[in-house]
């Protein structure tokens, strides 16, 4: 799992997906969840990777 960082293009709200990457692969580009438009960017690349430690 990994956190992504989004800002939508539309109304300027930055958000955090938390998903998996292979999700991540298929949505690239979630909607925005304060106005629902899908104009969304990544703002960076994944900053919290979360591993399975053994
Ligand atoms: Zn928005």
């Known amino acids: 799992m990994a956190t992504y960082d989004y800002k939508c ?3 300027g709200h930055t958000f955090e ?3 998996s990457l292979s ?3 298929r949505e690239p580009r979630p909607a925005c969840p304060k106005c629902q438009s899908k104009e969304t960017e990544q ?3 994944p900053v919290n990777v979360i591993t399975s430690r053994k």
Do not use: A
Request: charged fraction near 40%; aromatic fraction near 0%; include cysteine.
């Open 43 to 45: 703002l960076v690349e």
């Open 9 to 11: 293009r539309k109304c």
């Open 17 to 19: 997906v938390i998903t």
């Open 23 to 25: 999700e991540h692969e």
